[in-house]
């Protein structure tokens, strides 16, 4: 278990600067995700703030191999990759899909369900910035209820949040993560996990965005602790089937109670729209979904190292 961000690797594969916005909480996840998997990976991205933060050519701000894909097909580049590599006898290379809400939730999803149906051997990251950033900010179906974007322009998004990292679990997939970018520990652990398991891994990452919830840049690894604390973001794994909340979820489930979902939204100018019935019914969606992690919790294997002989 990694303690604190002193006994991370020093080893960089971001480059000082990239192109992101100030306060964008990519960049944080990424540096902590590529940290977790080294040298020896390849990453397929499609159109996305992904690959604003890769840079044009002849400029990059990343260390390691990069293919760049057409929007639909992250999923299916990196299975062919996943392919090549075997069919040149190359081992030892991890092979990652690496795409936003939009390229995963919506556009990618057919390629993705039919790489992890055959339990390809990759890592499929998607980072959630819960709309089209990159394009300048249009729903997506991770856009949470009531959160106006420049599709859902006055009355907000009507509908709730898709719940992606369920629909890969029912995929029976070996391992499936979530994780936030306030929380790097976390996020990094579960990607050294998942590097080290065989077929299909998939972790879910919620990424806030400055521009696109209109919070102020030095805020972003707060909201994103917001999320989590009042239970919008719910950090768990699904590791062989076993459910098991993580991290800052965990101990909110051993604490008894969320902070009110109301104290996440106040602080976001994406809810200045939001009705009184649609915070209820957030609150009560959150609640529910809260209700069924609890009870769906397997406990934790005994750690044998802290037993006394
Ligand atoms: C087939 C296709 N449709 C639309 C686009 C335009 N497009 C490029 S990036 C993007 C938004 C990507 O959203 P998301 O996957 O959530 O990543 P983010 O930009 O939020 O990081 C869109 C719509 C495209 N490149 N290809
Ligand atoms: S739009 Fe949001 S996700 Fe995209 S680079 Fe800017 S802060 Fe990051
Ligand atoms: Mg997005």
Known sequence: MTESVLSLPDKEYMLPGN??????????????ILKALGESTIVTVPASCLTVLHGMYPITSVNIP??????????????GLV??????????????????DGGTHDIGIQALSGAAERNTDFIYICYDNEAYMNTGGQRSSSTPLGATTTTT???GKAQ?????????????????????SSYPLDLYEKVKKA???????FLYISTPCPPGWLFPPKDTVKIGRLAVETGMVVLYEIENGGFRLTGASER???????????????????????????IEELQRWVDSRWEEYLARQTPRPPDYSTLQN
């Not at 916005?21 to 944080?28: E, F, K, N, P, R």
């Not at 990292?165 to 993560?177: Q, S």
């Open 83 to 100: 392919a090549g590599l075997k069919a040149i006898g190359k081992k030892g290379i991890t092979v990652v899909g690496f795409a936003g």
């Open 153 to 155: 322009p006055v009355l």
């Open 19 to 32: 192109r992101t916005c100030a306060g964008c909480s990519l960049g944080i996840a990424y540096r902590h």
């Open 195 to 201: 590097r080290d398991i065989m077929g299909t891994r």
């Open 160 to 180: 709730h949040q898709k719940d992606m990292p369920a629909i890969m679990a029912a995929h029976r997939v070996p391992y499936v993560a979530t994780a936030s």
């Open 252 to 278: 909110l489930a051993a604490k008894g109670s969320l902070r009110p979902v109301r104290e996440y939204i106040e602080l976001q100018g994406r809810f200045r729209h939001i009705t009184k019935d649609q």
């Open 66 to 79: 990069c293919m760049n894909v057409t929007f639909p097909s992250t999923a299916a580049a990196a299975a």
